[in-house]
């Protein structure tokens, strides 16, 4: 089993590839990789698209500058329906549009779009940065990569725009900040986070195992 963290110049993965690698040996969930080779994505049982910076920029670097590896990625995932974790601004991309300084088209693997977030209270800065509470929503009920997890599991955040979607049986998960946020979003054989996982603890580390036994 193989499992691809994709590269494509938009962070540092270094903390990602340790915390996947870690749980992998953990659960026995075979290799991990960090690559932008779309000839590893091909091969990979499992793909992980991480991402930070703007929204534009990520769609960008992976959709323009590196086609091939998109095109990868969506033959494993799309066709093969190999499962696939999007994190932070790769879980944005899933959507069918991204707002952020421009109107920018997602992967519309989830249909909804990616907003400024405005919190009610004044008082609440953006970026919401730091720990926060999950609360898991009714279609979170079943969910794989969500065993074990329970509405008040602790996940960290780094973001200031976040996903509406149009359909709420894709939102597994929200957190409050001045109104909801979702937190993860996912249909079939696709999960996405918004948070980052590598740095959530036990609660990250617990759905990344979840995720390497994952065979939707």
């Not at 509405?151 to 960290?156: E, I, N, Q, V």
């Not at 780094?158 to 909801?180: C, I, K, N, Q």
């Not at 979702?182 to 995720?211: C, W, Y």
Request: proline share 5%; hydrophobic share 45%; charged share 20%.
């Amino acid at each position: 089993m193989l499992t691809v963290l994709v590269d494509y110049d938009s962070g540092n993965l270094h903390s990602a590839e340790k915390a996947f690698q870690r749980m992998s040996s953990e659960v026995d969930g075979g290799d991990v990789i960090v690559s932008s080779l779309p000839e590893d994505v091909a091969r990979a049982d499992r793909i992980v698209l991480p991402g930070d910076g703007a929204f534009p920029a990520c769609r960008n670097a992976l959709t323009r500058d590196r086609a091939a590896l998109f095109e990868a990625i969506v033959a494993a995932v799309i066709d093969k329906a190999r499962p696939f974790m999007g994190i932070c601004v790769g879980m944005q991309m899933m959507a069918t549009w991204g707002r952020e300084y421009e109107d920018t088209k997602g992967f519309d693997w989830v249909g909804g779009e990616i907003a400024k977030i405005t919190p009610s209270d004044p008082v609440l800065k953006v970026p919401h940065m730091g720990w926060n509470d999950l609360v898991l929503d009714p279609s979170a009920t079943a969910h794989p990569v969500l065993t074990g997890i329970r509405t008040g599991d602790h996940a960290y955040f780094v973001h200031s725009y976040s996903f509406r979607v149009a359909d709420a049986a894709h939102r597994l998960a929200h957190v409050e900040y001045g109104g909801d946020i979702t937190a993860i979003v996912g249909r079939d054989n696709m999960i996405g986070m918004q948070f980052h996982p590598e740095k959530s603890q036990t609660t990250g580390l617990k759905m990344i195992a979840n995720f390497l036994k994952w065979a939707p």
